[in-house]
């Protein structure tokens, strides 16, 4: 008996399932450094003790984070080998080094972490402990940087030629620089760390409504909510660039994410609605031109519809669901983040009413979901294609029937991860409240 009949599709959820929960894990390991290095010197800037308890406490919160993610990036190296046999056959000495230098990246990032952990108020400048996160940034980002290389490549491959069915004259440093890479690596890192941003935002509004130390929190929340406002502009402008890459080079994953079945000019940008028998949205919200200028720039450019593509070549249509939940929450945010900061600067009183900063709690978990529904639609609108104009999904994936089961194993894995990321971290914070570590600070106590 098997969970689920085809293994190509069992091997796709497993995936889906692992990448899903990875990428929040992921995020928290690119975007937390420089927010825990931005607070350090803020704080050693101002000699604030706050600033700097916010860098310590997110420290090692952040060490529990980096253990659960070692995990499951191991799984996804795992899984790649096991549930796509035939693309690794193909692809594997091509993407074996990008694999090899995120691995390193990330241990690079490690050693410093550590090194930063145990070494707090060892050095007689506080500047040159501070100067141990930028090794602990930087591998963060070049961790993101070498797993995107491995995406873009699967989106846009280069640096081989192909003879007689196989792959030769491999050049891995060709294919790390792919035509998609550029706007690829900047959008999963401006998202990043807007994220994490809005995330120690959301924590700083949540206690900020169950009034625990109002004057820390304070400080948490305009840092993150200003960060937050920065890399939210910047992932709406890079955002712009993506299009406009898939305009040119992927136009059937934009078509299939707008809905814009035939190619024409003018074309409006399509939100949400239904699609009724006859391919016409009901219920959406139709954005004059606006299509045409995420396209190509131009209110009057011409975009390919989906009509122009086999239909067996064609992205499943619910990648424009995973657009528009992504571009909704990032528009959402920045309108959020603008307001605070407009509010700060002209005292407006509805920036530290209740309501308001509920708002702010709940972007803390919108922006991980605008996260995986950005990545949903990246890997979801790739489809049928595993390696973009060279192999399919059914052509790479495994033969086996234990695949479902093993969905299940992974699901139970995760469930216990998720959970126990959860508790260890509560159980941490609450045991040291900030009230607390605030005193051990100004006693000069460091155990």
């Not at 690829?184 to 949540?206: E, N, P």
């Not at 067996?312 to 528009?331: A, C, K, R």
């Not at 294609?385 to 994936?397: D, F, K, S, Y």
Request: glycine fraction near 8%; hydrophobic fraction near 55%.
């Amino acid at each position: 008996m098997t969970l689920f009949e085809d293994p190509a599709y069992a091997s796709r959820m497993l995936t889906l399932l692992t990448l899903s929960f990875h990428i929040i894990y992921a995020t928290i390991g690119v975007g937390v450094p420089l927010m825990i290095m931005i607070a350090q010197w803020i704080g050693i800037k101002n000699n604030d003790n706050h600033y700097l308890l916010m860098a310590r406490r997110w420290a090692k919160g952040f060490v529990v984070t980096v253990a659960v993610g070692v995990v499951t990036g191991t799984i996804i190296g795992l899984q790649l080998s096991l549930l796509w046999p035939s693309f690794m056959e193909l692809a594997g000495n091509i993407i074996a080094m990008p694999l090899f230098m995120e691995v390193f990246a990330f241990f690079f990032e490690a050693i410093f972490l550590g090194i930063y952990l145990y070494t707090w108020d060892r050095f007689d400048n506080p500047k040159k402990h501070l100067l141990l996160l930028i090794p602990v940034a930087v591998g963060g980002g070049m961790s993101a940087y070498f797993i995107t290389v491995v995406n873009s490549f699967m989106n846009s491959p280069a640096g081989f030629d192909i003879i007689g069915g196989d792959l030769v004259n491999a050049n891995p440093v060709l294919a790390m620089f792919t035509v998609s890479m550029p706007t690829k690596v900047a959008h999963v890192l401006s998202t990043a760390y807007m994220t994490i941003a809005f995330m120690f935002a959301a924590i700083a509004a949540f206690r900020l409504l169950q009034k625990k130390n109002q004057e820390y929190h304070k400080k948490s929340l305009h840092m993150a909510m200003k960060i937050g406002l920065i890399f939210a502009i910047a992932t709406a402008l890079i955002g712009d660039l993506s299009g406009k890459y898939l305009a040119e080079y992927q136009p059937e994953k934009l078509a299939a994410a707008e809905w814009h079945f035939e190619t024409s000019t003018e074309a409006p940008l399509v939100m949400w609605g239904v699609l009724d028998e006859n391919n016409e949205a009901n219920y959406a919200l139709h954005i004059p031109y606006a299509l045409s200028i995420l396209a190509h720039g131009f209110p009057s450019s011409e975009v390919t519809g989906l009509e122009e593509f086999p239909a067996e070549e064609q992205p499943p249509l619910v990648i424009h669901y995973f657009f528009d939940t992504m571009v909704t929450i990032g528009m959402f945010m920045i309108a959020l983040s603008l307001l605070y900061w407009f509010g700060m600067r002209r005292k407006w009183a509805f920036v530290e009413k209740s309501w308001y900063r509920w708002l702010i709690v709940a972007g803390g978990p919108l922006s991980f979901l605008a996260i995986e529904a950005g990545w949903w639609m990246a890997e979801v609108g790739r489809q049928p294609w595993i390696l973009r104009g060279l192999m399919t999904i059914e052509e790479a994936a495994t033969t086996s029937d234990y695949v479902g089961w093993m969905f299940v194993l992974f699901a139970v894995l995760y469930l216990i991860l998720g959970v126990g990321t959860v508790v260890v971290l509560t159980y941490m914070f609450r045991k040291n409240p900030v009230e607390k570590d605030l005193e051990r600070m100004q006693g000069g106590d460091e155990s």
